[in-house]
């Protein structure tokens, strides 16, 4: 019996999450499509040739734990093996600025949270779905840990050699976005919402220049920017530029703009314009407020009542700043005074 997955809809695109970088993954790579050219990317000939990604669809997400849904975000896919027997494909985005050395062990974990879930819904079924684990790895620089498991853990070459497959190993797959340039990037496949999406991502942690180089690659990609999918990526990308970019949203807004074709623009405007009046966009600094303080309460517990009112009073800039140090704080006032 395969995981329950909830209906979706093809127009729903605007997803609430604590992070922009998780709003924009499951936004975009969420749609088969897209997620489908993550695959085709990231997977080596040989593996792609055993899984047919026509297949794909979407399954019941969210293993990532709570206290790390600032850091990464997942998705979780079903996919016919050539066999016809479903296999199962795990993607994880980890958006933090530093190496985790336990990313092996927790990604062990969510997967291991995925068969338990499979084998108390499957019955007395003998066998599980193989699963084909992904991480997307956005941070400012190229991916330096081990994509091994067995790289976690403290044994000795002759244990190692003695052990043989008797020791407990794996190997996932990095889709290393940081490694790669933007060029690299717009070139890599046939998808343009997917492209933009990864240059997104890319150079999301570069703010000053995130709009530039995105609104750039828009023009570059403007003869495949085509279909019903192609203006609520769009929107998305906007609201991503305007979530973790410094950019006043108007002026966001109009560098979009100018570089859509005249045919989406007026759309886009009115979108655009929509999104303000209902306060998604300017009120991104009160949701910011609003997971600090949950993920603060998830860390460290009950927030006090000055640390509330310190939380009340800041901006975007503050925020930010103290969303990124709450990921390696220990103790609360790190958080503010690190």
Not at 70 to 99: C, K
Not at 161 to 167: F, K, P
Not at 170 to 186: G, M
Not at 326 to 338: K, N, Q, R, S
Request: hydrophobic share 50%.
């Amino acid at each position: 019996m395969p995981i329950a997955s909830p209906p979706i809809a093809s127009d729903v695109w605007f997803v609430v999450n604590p992070t922009p970088h998780d709003a924009l993954v499951r936004a975009i790579f969420g749609q088969l499509p897209h997620a489908a050219a993550e695959l085709e990317a990231v997977l080596p000939p040989e593996v792609r040739g055993e899984l047919d990604l026509a297949t794909l669809r979407p399954l019941d997400r969210a293993f990532v734990d709570a206290t790390l849904r600032a850091s990464a975000a997942d998705l979780l896919f079903e996919v016919q093996q050539r066999s016809g027997v479903p296999a199962w494909v795990y993607l994880l985005l980890e958006h933090q600025s530093t190496v985790d050395r336990r990313l092996p062990l927790r990604l062990l974990a969510y997967m291991t949270r995925i068969w338990e879930r499979q084998a108390e819904q499957g019955g007395e079924a003998a066998t599980l779905p193989p699963i084909v684990p992904v991480l997307i790895h956005q941070g400012p620089r190229p991916f330096r840990g081990s994509a091994r498991f067995a790289a976690s853990l403290e044994a000795s070459v002759p244990l190692r050699a003695a052990m043989g497959d008797r020791l407990l190993d794996f190997e996932f797959f990095v889709d290393d976005l940081a490694a790669h340039s933007d060029v690299e990037l717009l070139a890599r496949g046939r998808d343009a919402i997917a492209r933009l999406a990864w240059l997104a991502l890319r150079n999301g942690r570069d703010h000053p220049r995130l709009l530039t180089h995105l609104t750039a690659a828009i023009r570059h990609l403007e003869a495949d920017l085509r279909g019903p999918a192609t203006l609520p990526a769009l929107v998305q990308l906007y609201r991503y530029v305007c979530d973790v970019s410094d950019e006043p949203w108007a002026a966001v807004k109009d560098a979009f703009a100018a570089a859509l074709t005249p045919a989406s623009r007026s759309s886009f405007m009115t979108i655009a314009d929509q999104l303000r009046a209902e306060g998604r966009i300017e009120g991104r600094v009160e949701a910011l407020r609003e997971s600090l303080l949950e993920l603060l309460q998830v860390k460290f517990g009950e927030v006090d009542a000055a640390t509330r009112a310190r939380i009340a009073a800041a901006e975007s800039e503050s925020l930010r700043r103290w969303l990124r140090r709450l990921l390696e704080a220990a103790t609360l006032p790190a958080v503010f005074e690190g």
